[in-house]
């Protein structure tokens, strides 16, 4: 124990060479590092010596890259946005979708969906596609809309020549080998089938709503291919749609984050003088049909108790969604572009798609091209349709392009700037589902929060929507209910759409305006949206509108113009989607009766008598001779025994002298009431 105290004293007090060694304070050695060999003394606040001085980004709310767009002898169009990162966004977005089907198969946009990145003249199969962008890093995408189709690669920036040939390849070169048909038709046919057993029924109200808005023409065909045209398709009928749609003067490549003049000289090599698969450069039979707002309803009867099965199912819900005409995104961006030339035409609003719903989709939300979009089931092939008489027939232009040829036709009151008040009221209005997550920015605030969900606990939805497209538009609200509550429910959308109509509070309307931009700039920090847009202006109007252009049209909206807008929206025939148990579901007059009302209100039906009855009727009748006849006015009452199925008028005891059988009731019109059928001689014939 002593040696063991000796040793540590000695250990503390340094004794020793060893101790001497280990507890000598002087200057730490100097330590190099890896990074800061060169220049070792020099603190961090200082700038480096022989570094060029770093130049700063300036944050005043303004793009500094403007898009540039250049076209080439075909008429392609070239369009690029420059973006600093490592990978870029490129794609080719054609003016083709379900709206020019009218003359071919119904569904030809959605297979060629499914068939785009297959086999092409230079790659013997998808396999050998997806390998050849895994060297840089991308990856590839597809979607179709109703009028716009578009092909999408994000990758490494340094493999822009790759990626450009390929896509050149993919649009222009496609095989279509029997095999890829064959099987695009069973990927077909199990989409449709997985559609229609969602639980979500928001797509197939989209379609359904488009239907009714748009009977059988231009936005309101079919967008899926319809089951019993899958065995149809054939490379010989695909042919013969791209022979007349995928030509370059209804192309653009677009692209973000790549330099513009590289993507030019791309563009040139891969797109220019190209025979494509189909052997026709030239289109020979191209619709230019303006779309037709018919308005109507689409009923589909369906029973939804057993859609969500489990431990906790979703009730049984009947889904109703009510929309009006509304307007064009074309002449609200064709207005302040600098006289900008004419254009093809783009699918969806060709701002960037925060500033409307669609398909889309959550109110206000922007899909991403670089992921698949949100499917639309097929638009119930077997739903009732109601609707109003057709307009004139589709006019027609022989040179004009799609979007110009529109603009020029559309109607006075819809060359107006209202596509920026309609984003600002569908904003406005808002909603969603019964249970959400509060939060800044998802709109607890919105019309539909606080005047329909906030209020009336048995509703399960009400969402506002707006879809707009190159001639036209639609505003929509969506609404789920309990089926004993369809009527109420229907009133009540009805009540908010002639709402839009009155005073516009000061404060909910700056609060949409800056819920509208602030989207808009949080979905534009995304490289594939900013490709999106880019792509589907320029392929609507041949140039671009800034972000700072668009807040401050934004910020310019007074309520005035959202209340002109609305007045005039309502001023249209509504088109009615519903789905579910109809059974409570009002007429399609009376809910246009409502809409041009004062308050909404749909039109009282007053029923003379209520009669519930279960149970047996006791009769007493003569053996001899034949039964009594009942004048038939309307009430079927079942007779014991069953071959006594008689009629009863119901107000033949009104008369003095009656001389067959007559029916009395006691009590009050909408109460039980208590019968009893008289003989015709006197006799009362008892029936409880």
């Known amino acids: 124990m002593a040696a063991m105290v000796l040793a540590a004293t000695r250990l503390l007090r340094g004794s020793g060479s060893w101790g001497r060694s280990r507890l000598r304070f002087e200057p730490p050695a100097h330590r190099r590092f890896s990074s800061g060999g060169a220049y070792p003394n020099i603190p961090l606040s200082s700038p480096l010596p022989g570094v060029p001085k770093p130049v700063f980004a300036t944050v005043d709310g303004q793009e500094k890259f403007e898009t540039k767009v250049t076209t080439l002898d075909n008429g392609l169009r070239v369009a690029s946005q420059n973006k600093f990162g490592q990978f870029c966004t490129v794609g080719i977005l054609i003016n083709s979708g379900s709206r020019y089907e009218a003359k071919y198969l119904s569904g030809i946009a959605h297979f060629l969906e499914k068939l785009a990145f297959s086999s092409t003249a230079r790659f013997d199969s998808k396999d050998e596609i997806l390998l050849t962008l895994e060297k840089h890093g991308g990856i590839c995408d597809c979607q179709t809309s109703r009028d716009t189709t578009m092909y999408a690669v994000s ?310 929507y707006h879809h707009s497209y190159e001639d036209t538009g639609l505003l929509c609200i969506h609404a789920s209910a309990d089926p004993r509550q369809v009527r109420e429910m229907v009133e009540i959308i009805t009540k908010e759409f002639i709402l839009m109509g009155g005073t516009v509070d000061a404060v909910e309307l700056e609060r949409a305006k800056t819920q509208l931009t602030s989207m808009l700039m949080m979905n534009l920090e995304s490289r594939p949206v900013i490709f999106e847009d880019v792509g589907r202006q ?78 047996q009727i006791g009769l007493e009748l003569p053996t001899s001779g034949d039964p009594p006849a009942l004048a038939s006015k309307g009430l079927r009452l079942q007779m014991w025994p069953p071959h006594l199925a008689l009629r009863a008028e119901l107000l033949c005891f009104e008369r003095e002298s009656c001389s067959v059988p007559r029916l009395e009731c006691s009590g009050t019109i909408s109460a039980h009431c208590n019968l009893h059928l008289l003989g015709s001689s006197n006799s009362p014939a008892s029936a409880s």
Not at 197 to 208: A, I
Not at 325 to 350: H, I, K, N, T
Not at 436 to 449: H, I
Not at 573 to 602: F, M, N, W
Request: hydrophobic residues 40%.
């Open 538 to 615: 320029v392929l609507a109007t041949r140039s671009r509108k800034l972000p700072h252009e668009l807040c401050t049209l934004i910020r310019n909206v007074k309520p005035e113009d959202v209340k002109r807008v609305a007045s005039k929206m309502l001023r249209g025939k509504p088109a009615v989607a519903a789905l579910g148990d109809l059974t409570d579901l009002p007429t399609y007059e009376h809910i246009q009766a409502a809409l041009s009302s004062k308050d909404g209100r749909l039109p009282r039906t007053y029923r003379l008598f209520r009669f519930h009855y279960v149970g």
């Open 155 to 464: 990758a490494d920036s340094k493999g822009l020549d790759t990626v450009v040939g390929l896509l050149a390849d993919v649009v222009l070169q496609p095989r279509l080998t029997d095999e890829e048909v064959e099987m695009t038709r069973m990927a077909v046919q199990f989409e449709l089938e997985d559609l229609n057993m969602r639980p979500d029924p928001e797509p197939l109200l989209t379609e359904m709503i488009h239907e009714a808005a748009y009977r059988e023409n231009t936005v309101g065909l079919h967008r899926f291919c319809p089951a019993e045209n899958i065995a149809k398709m054939s490379r010989e009928v695909l042919h013969s749609y791209l022979r007349n749609y995928y030509t370059p003067e209804r192309m653009v490549l677009a692209g973000v984050g790549v330099e513009h003049e590289h993507l030019v000289e791309c563009a040139r090599k891969y797109l220019l003088g190209v025979q494509p698969a189909w052997g026709s450069v030239e289109a020979v039979d191209v619709d230019r049909s303006v779309a037709q707002y018919t308005g109507g309803i689409a009923k589909l009867e369906r029973d939804m108790s057993n859609v969500s099965l489990g431990p906790t199912p979703i009730p049984e819900l009947t889904h109703i969604m009510v929309g009006l005409e509304s307007c064009s995104f074309l002449v609200s961006l064709r207005a302040g572009s600098g006289g900008a030339p004419d254009a093809g035409q783009a699918a969806q609003p060709a701002l960037p798609t925060s500033l409307e719903s669609d398909s889309a989709p959550d109110a206000g939300r922007a899909a991403q091209p670089a992921l698949p979009s949100s499917l639309e089931p097929d638009g119930a092939p077997d739903a009732e349709w109601t609707a109003q008489p057709a307009l004139p027939s589709s006019l027609e232009s022989d040179g004009a392009p799609d979007a110009v040829q529109a603009a020029q036709l559309l109607p006075p009151s819809l060359q107006e700037e209202d596509f920026i008040p309609f984003a600002v009221l569908n904003m406005m209005m808002g909603g969603g589902g019964s249970f959400s997550a509060g939060g800044p920015g998802k709109g607890m605030f919105s019309r539909l929060y606080l005047n329909v969900l906030n209020r009336h606990h048995w509703m399960y939805n009400a969402t506002s």
